[in-house]
Structure formats: C-alpha cells, structure tokens
C-alpha cells in the first residue's frame, strides 16, 4: 500500500510532467487529493461524474486520466462540476491528469503504444509543441497489411481514407486529433497518418494531396497512455490496476 503523495510523484517523475509544455487549462497532475492511503489504481481517459462513480464501485483509490476536469472553451457547467467534486469527496478518489506527457512519451506514450500495437518501429518524432514533439513517425509497411492490423486493434472505429501509396515509406501516428499533423507530412516524406479524429474538410485535402488517413477514434487512440502509467504505478507499489472503460464512439 502507497500514499495518494508517493504516487502523484511518481507518476510526476515518469511522465516528466514539471518539464513538457501543455495546452492551457489541462492542470497535468494532482487535481483532487483523495484518500491518504492507495488500495488499487484506476486508469480512464475522461474524467467525468460517471466515471468517478464506477471507479468508486470497483474499489479504485487513485484515478489516472488523459483528459482532466478542467479545460478552456468546453468547461462543464458550475453544477456539473459540482457534481464530480461531489462524487470525488464522497468517494475518497484522487484524480490525476496527464495530457501531453501521455502522447508524447517515448514509452509509455499513446503514440508509441501505438506504433508497437501495430508492429511497427519508431524511427523519428515531430509536430513540435513549444519544443515537445508530440507525433512519432515509424517505418513504413504495405498499406493492407496495416489496415488488417488497424481493423483488429480498432475494429468499431476504424475509417480508411486511401489516397495516398499503397506501400508507404513511413507513417505518421498522433492520437486523438491529428490535424495538427497534416501540414508536417511533406516535409517528412510520409503520405499516412494514424491518429484518433480528423475534419470533415480533410478528405478533399487527402485527395488532393495523396494522402492515406486512418482516423481510429479520439477515445480508442487514447487509452494506451493511461493504461501504461496505470501498470507501471501497480508495478511500482504492489497495487492492483482497473481500467474504467465507457461506450465512447467518437
């Protein structure tokens, strides 16, 4: 059994959290102090009311999420966060947050969780954010080949956009959204990217530019990190580790 302190360090020192740049409003870190002691980890990629509950009813202590409870420009109403609050005092759950540090890390990353899920070897990183590349790009594979094995990994959210060669020379890999990624493909010598959304307007420029596009899901492309810094924590102090699942379409 572990502090909800020794933890929260932990987690801080393995992600590097005090050091990577972030979106603002994404309070990486410690964002509610639960209970002093921790029984079992729990690992979400949203923090919500409904999952504060189920993580409470699975006996979970510590609550390890990619997306936090504060953001600018889609903060919940004062009564909605009132509500998590509630749920996570009643409860005696601690909630922290990693956002960046979870896409970008060369490890225990989204991205390169991704990239070994599929098979493939990260050869380079890009798509700076204030210095902190974000996307890795891996070798290339024949384009069938890695719809096969994208089906398998994202078998309800998988899209396919094929414009681009059929045997790519390298893919591009950014979870969640991935329209940061477009302007760089050029420059990299990559024509397919993987990542979770994409805009509607992007399947003209695909066409346009000769580009493949996987978009597998903002929620699917991002459960690897969490569940990474979830193991390794459980790892670390002898504690169980759940992940609380929701039926996230998009």
């Known amino acids: 059994m572990a502090s909800y ?48 509950l189920q993580a409470a009813q699975r006996g979970v202590d510590y609550l390890i999420v990619h997306h936090g409870m ?14 998590r609050q509630r749920a996570l005092k009643k409860s005696g759950l601690s909630l922290y947050s990693s956002h960046l540090p979870l896409d970008a890390h060369p490890f225990i990353g989204n991205n390169a969780l991704i990239a070994q899920d599929l098979g493939l070897r990260v050869v ?44 790519p020379k390298k893919i591009a890999i950014l979870s969640g959204s991935g329209r940061s990624a477009l302007a760089h493909l050029r420059d990299h010598g990559c024509d397919t990217l993987i990542t979770g959304e994409l805009r509607e307007e992007h399947f003209n420029e695909a066409q346009e530019q000769g580009w493949n596009l996987y978009p597998c899901g903002h929620y699917a492309t991002e459960t690897w990190g969490v ?3 979830a193991a390794a924590v459980a790892t670390e102090f002898g504690v169980p580790w759940e992940f609380i699942a929701t039926d996230n379409p998009l």
């Open 227 to 229: 569940k990474a810094l």
């Open 70 to 83: 504060f953001w600018p420009g889609i903060a919940p109403r004062r009564e909605t966060q009132q509500r």
């Open 5 to 52: 302190s020794e933890i929260t360090r932990f987690c801080d020192t393995l992600t590097n959290r005090k050091a990577l740049p972030d979106f603002p409003g994404s309070r990486n870190g410690l964002q509610f102090k639960g209970k002093t002691k921790v029984k079992k980890i729990g690992a979400a990629v949203d923090a919500g009311e409904k999952v504060f």
């Open 124 to 167: 380079d990183w890009f798509v700076d954010f204030e210095g902190l590349p974000i996307a890795c790009l891996s070798q290339g594979i024949a384009r069938k080949t890695l719809e096969s094995r994208l089906k398998k990994s994202y078998p309800s959210t998988f899209k396919a956009i094929r414009f681009g060669s059929a045997h």
